[in-house]
Every structure is written in C-alpha cells, then in structure tokens.
C-alpha cells in the first residue's frame, strides 16, 4: 500500500495562508485522485478537496472554495492544499488520502484506501 507523508500545518493568525503537502512513496498505475480531509475531535472526517490523477480535475467543498487550492506535481508524486483567508473554522486535523478504486471523483471518507498521518492546522483568531 502506497504511504503518504503530509507536512506543512502549523499555526496561523486569521487571515494567513499556509501550504500542505502530500508526498506519495510511490506512483501506482491505478491511482485515481488524491484529496485532502479536514477532522476535529469528536466530528467525522470532513472532505475539502479532490484532484484526478488522470485529468487534472479539481472539486473543493463549499466550504473551501475561492479560499483553497489544490494541485499535483505529478514528478514529485506530491498533491499540495494551498490555503488563503483561513479563519478559526478551519483548524483541524488536515489528512491526505488516495483513491486506487474508483474511476470518478469521490467526496467521502470511505472512498479513500490510503491515508496519510495527519498534520494539524491551528488558525487563531
């Protein structure tokens, strides 16, 4: 199973940006779409964004859009969650997953057969 290692949460004020990344050890041929997750404690694992390895597609939660970003660097294997105007609401556990089974975009947890560990986004107001 491919691992996937985030990196880049950390602290902000409301209204800063911060950027994640999401290195995969490697490229498996059937790799459909990487997404970002967002989790506080005691709630379900929250989608925020998807992008198809295949097409470049992109969706983001209501949520997110006009303030979040997401792009793949497919040399890299890397997926980034690039993250503007952030407001407390957006502190959260941010997790990193991969899809090998689907052939359209999914917006749910369950869709997902790999994760990365987690890296938590604090946003202080």
């Known amino acids: 199973q491919v691992q996937l290692v985030e990196s880049g949460g950390g602290l902000v004020q409301a209204g800063g940006s911060l950027r994640l990344s999401c290195a995969a050890s490697?490229?498996?041929?059937?790799?459909?779409?990487m997404a970002w997750f967002r989790q506080t404690p005691g709630k379900e694992r929250d989608f925020v964004a998807v992008?198809?390895?295949?097409?470049?597609?992109?969706y983001l939660d209501d949520a997110v859009k006009g303030r979040f970003t997401i792009s793949r660097d497919d040399a890299k294997n890397t997926v980034y969650l690039h993250m503007d105007s952030l407001t407390p609401d957006d502190t959260a556990v941010y997790y990193c997953a991969a899809d090998h089974k689907h052939t359209v975009l999914v917006d749910t947890a369950t869709g997902y057969d790999s994760w990365g560990q987690g890296t938590q986004v604090t946003v202080s107001s």
């Open positions: 992008i198809s390895w295949k097409t470049d597609v992109t």
């Open positions: 490697e490229r498996t041929f059937n790799l459909n779409a």
